[in-house]
């Protein structure tokens, strides 16, 4: 079936360091792809998309590109920032040959710790 | 916009009850999903409405019910909860439910089960 595996947290990195979170799917058809953040005590976020292979999700300065020949979908920040601290999920939505599902299929979840 | 409401934000009930958690999509959103969070299983998709149908559902058991109603609103029941049942419960609203949308999330009901 259809899965989101992305690396364990938690992560802990210093103001302005560079941020990579992987993200890998598993999925047939043509999924979309997600990440959303959470913030303590809130519900997710949408952070950024993409639709389609080769498309570039950017949004606050984090991006990720969907790669299809990977079915990979890796979040990365340049200069992370002390209110960037929080949990970041990959997801996707799944498609079927009877039309779509848009229910939303989630990874674990990556907790971020920034340090000033 | 308003963003998607959920109501109650906490509830506290014993095992064996019912509860019933309710939720206000975005205006114009037909479509709603219910997620459960919890620390050891992640987020896991529960159903989604559209137009007053169950259109998706997850794998829970039958113990997880819900309903929509012809302004969008939907309600999630949950009967004889067990301890396993606390868990964070999120709504998410999207225009139509296709794979291509954005889904907007409420604050969420967190729910302890005693």
């Known amino acids: 079936g259809n899965s989101v595996t992305q690396m364990e947290g938690p992560v802990t990195l210093s103001e302005e360091a560079f941020l990579t979170i992987n993200c890998t799917y598993t999925a047939t058809g043509y999924p979309s792809l997600f990440w959303y953040v959470q913030y303590p005590g809130e519900g997710l976020q949408l952070l950024l998309k993409a639709t389609k292979a080769d498309d570039k999700g950017s949004n606050k300065g984090f991006e990720a590109t969907y790669r299809k020949e990977t079915t990979s979908f890796h979040l990365e920040k340049g200069s992370v920032q002390v209110s960037d601290s929080a949990v970041y999920f990959c997801a996707l939505t799944q498609s079927s040959r009877g039309g779509s599902q848009g229910n939303l299929i989630f990874g674990k979840g990556t907790k971020l710790s920034v340090k000033p | 916009k308003a963003g998607v409401t959920q109501t109650p934000r906490y509830l506290i009930k014993t095992r064996g009850q019912q509860v019933t958690l309710s939720c206000s999509p975005i205006s114009g959103h037909r479509s709603v999903s219910w997620y459960q969070q919890t620390p050891g299983q992640g987020l896991q998709f529960l159903f989604e409405?559209?137009?007053?149908?169950?259109?998706n559902k997850g794998n829970f058991p039958g113990r997880f019910s819900g309903r929509q109603f012809s302004n969008s609103r939907s309600e999630m029941n949950v009967s004889t909860l067990e301890l396993g049942d606390s868990a964070l419960y999120l709504c998410?609203?999207?225009?139509?439910?296709?794979?291509?949308?954005?889904?907007?999330f409420g604050p969420g009901t967190r729910l302890l089960v005693l």
């Open positions: 409405y559209f137009s007053e149908t169950q259109r």
């Open positions: 998410a609203s999207s225009p139509r439910g296709g794979r291509l949308e954005t889904q907007y």
